[in-house]
């Protein structure tokens, strides 16, 4: 049958010629599902399965077309729950030519499992296999969860197997989800096994062009095409991994923002020419991902004069101007105060500023000017001069 209620204890067929031949254990709310792409003797099994199901993987898939047409085992990583059933398909007898089709970062550790298989590395092959009637498209999804991951897309059925991707953790023994109550299933699957939502979100960006009309997890449910978009949406959101950590973790959670803020800074110089505009972006970063209230701009005093063309307006607060006709300043301070150029406005020092404790310990002149009575920016402009 196609779509609807399945019998799992036989093989059932998704989509013309794509079979679901895995095996449902009783009471294991992690199932691993296995498929196959019917193609005569060049068929191919995409995530063979764990060593508990071959028995019933090898069962269905010759109800079908028979284990020795196996010509193709695509193994999206290495894990046991993919490659467990590799020993007992091949005493079994696949296909003469069988080959695992995967990346190089899997294979490295799959010729560990001591599988005679050869195999057929994906990144050599244009992340292409042509079939008979078919082409099978790989798309790489790095750390999702290993780094050699990949999806395989079928183009004919617009069948993703996903692997672990969206996969879940469920008591349901129902091989097709039917609601989007399946995301809570994928949320704690994705929040324990994928690294970030970062490299999560770079996972789902390479499968954007597909046009797909069911995903086939490794784990979890048969995502119908009505529920794949809106579960993409959640799924981009979701905390995991790290992120996860980070909620329980102050020093961490600094630190992710750290990180992201450095790339928006990086982006911000990238895409802005305008100073003060960037000046206004890193001081929203900051705010929004440091929680940072605001930043100070320096200027040596040779290029002092560069502050009017930046700024609309310079204020220096009175007790700055005191600080700086200060006998201790450096002369070229000083003289530079004696004499303040036109663009130059000193305000009253406004009531002491009694803001977050981050202020504490600093000199007067550099509370930030939040009372002042004009039009501030978000930058708080407090700048000193340094040696000339
Ligand atoms: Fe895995
Ligand atoms: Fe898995």
């Known amino acids: 049958m196609v779509g609807g209620v399945a019998d799992t204890c036989e093989a059932v067929e998704l989509a013309p010629r794509v079979w679901w031949v895995g095996s449902m254990l009783p009471a294991d709310r992690f199932q691993c599902h296995v498929y196959l792409v019917e193609q005569g003797d060049q068929s191919v099994l995409i995530d063979p399965g764990s060593a508990l199901i071959a028995d019933v993987v090898i069962r269905k898939v010759d109800s079908i077309v028979g284990v020795d047409h ?15 059933a590799l020993p007992a398909l091949h005493d079994r007898g696949l296909h003469p030519d069988a080959k695992i089709v995967t990346h190089w970062r899997d294979e490295a550790l799959i010729v560990h499992s001591g599988t005679a298989l050869p195999f057929w590395r994906i990144e050599e092959h244009n992340w292409r296999l042509p079939l008979k009637d078919r082409t099978l498209q790989f798309r790489f999804t790095p750390y999702v969860h290993f780094a050699g991951a990949f999806c395989t897309f079928d183009e004919v059925s617009g069948t993703l197997f996903s692997s672990d991707l969206f996969g879940g953790f469920s008591a349901d023994l129902s091989l097709y989800a039917s609601s989007m109550a399946y995301f809570e299933s994928m949320r704690a699957f994705h929040e324990h096994y994928m690294p970030s939502r970062e490299i999560l979100a770079h996972a789902l960006d390479q499968l954007r062009d597909l046009p797909m009309r069911r995903i086939a997890p490794q784990h979890g449910q048969i995502i119908p095409e009505e529920l794949i978009a809106p579960l993409i ?47 206004r972006h890193l001081a929203d970063l900051a705010a929004q991902n440091l929680r940072v209230s605001s930043l100070e701009l320096w200027a040596r005093i040779g290029n002092i004069d560069l502050l009017p063309v930046l700024f609309d307006k310079v204020i220096l607060p009175s007790v700055v101007q005191v600080e700086l006709t200060d006998p201790g300043a450096p002369p070229t301070v000083q003289t530079w105060i004696a004499d303040p150029p036109t663009w130059l406005q000193v305000h009253e020092t406004p009531s002491r500023y009694s803001g977050p404790a981050f202020t504490d310990g600093l000199d007067e002149g550099r509370q930030p000017p939040s009372p002042w009575p004009f039009r501030s920016t978000p930058i708080c402009c407090s700048w000193t001069i340094g040696r000339a």
Not at 235 to 250: F, K, N, S, T, V
Not at 264 to 275: I, M, P
Request: one cysteine or more; proline letters at 3%.
């Open 233 to 279: 949406g959640q799924l981009q959101q979701l905390e995991c991994g790290i992120y996860l950590l980070a909620r329980d973790d102050p020093g961490l959670a600094f630190l992710l923002g750290a990180n992201r803020t450095m790339r928006d800074v990086v982006e911000t110089l990238v895409r802005e020419t305008e100073f003060s505009v960037v000046a």
């Open 70 to 84: 196996v010509r193709w085992l695509v193994c999206s990583h290495q894990d046991p729950d993919i490659i467990g």
